[in-house]
């Protein structure tokens, strides 16, 4: 299986949007199924904002942990919207998603990346040092840090994206909406390839959130921009020989004064 960790490390540019559109549209050919999971130690939001109960959950899947888990495990405590997407939601409390995730997350992430033809999304939410689930995210597959192309998002999330790299992590950029700075000008200060661009789509953030039918959807920017990260990212875990990824096709760097733009001291 591949797991694919979405988080951020300053602000709030829309980690839990952009894995659910990606779950969403991530493709499942081939044998390989899919689900989204919640691994944020702040609390889920998936509960809340699609009506689903915690439990079957990370809680309950965590508490099966203690007695082994079998093949089926992750789809016993998973939950399913309309579109027929798995959800593993966390729980809403901080304290409870903290907790489970310190006790837990390392060896969770561990288990599923053993589990083979599956193909699970998760999203950590805001990353630190000490984060609770940083063990989980240690053994993702691919990690991407969502960050608006902002000087101060920008630094935090590649302080994050270093020390994962140091750890043997993949790591990579997803930008989300307007900002000073283009994806080839991220690149060039920090050495960190953009895996997706994705436009500052306020209406379709909605409309994702709130259940709309999948062919209005579809017609979204962010949709569409999540799709081509989504098939990006999956064409690259399942080739046969493993490589580097890919990097996502970036403009031009900026002109004028100051090359890149941004400043890495």
Do not use: N
Request: with cysteine; aromatic share 4%.
């Amino acid at each position: 299986m591949s797991l694919v960790t979405f988080v951020s490390a300053r602000g709030a540019p829309g980690v839990s949007t952009m894995a659910l559109s990606v779950a969403g549209v991530w493709p499942s050919s081939d044998g390989h199924a899919k689900a989204l999971m919640e691994v944020d130690p702040a609390g889920g939001v998936l509960g809340l904002r699609l009506g689903l109960g915690e439990d079957p959950g990370l809680v309950s899947l965590t508490a099966a942990a203690r007695h082994g888990l079998d093949r089926m495990a992750l789809w016993d405590h998973a939950q399913e919207l309309p579109g027929g997407l798995a959800v593993v939601p966390g729980p809403a409390s901080s304290s409870v998603a903290a907790q489970v995730l310190a006790s837990t997350g390392g060896r969770l992430g561990e288990w599923l990346a053993g589990l083979g033809d599956v193909d699970v999304i998760a999203d950590a939410g805001r990353l630190t040092g000490v984060s609770p689930a940083l063990g989980f995210v240690a053994s993702s597959d691919l990690v991407v840090v969502v960050a608006r192309p902002v000087v101060d998002q920008l630094h935090a999330g590649a302080e994050q994206a270093s020390a994962l790299v140091a750890r043997g992590v993949r790591v990579g950029w997803c930008l989300v909406g307007d900002g000073p700075y283009r994806p080839a000008d991220v690149e060039a200060a920090y050495g960190i390839d953009v895996w997706g661009a994705i436009p500052g789509d306020a209406r379709g953030a909605g409309l994702m959130i709130g259940g709309a039918p999948a062919k209005k959807l579809a017609r979204t920017a962010l949709v569409r921009s999540a799709a081509s990260l989504a098939g990006h990212l999956s064409g690259w875990l399942h080739r046969s020989a493993p490589s580097p990824v890919p990097p996502f096709p970036v403009d031009a760097p900026a002109d004028g004064p100051g090359g890149a733009g941004v400043v890495v001291e």
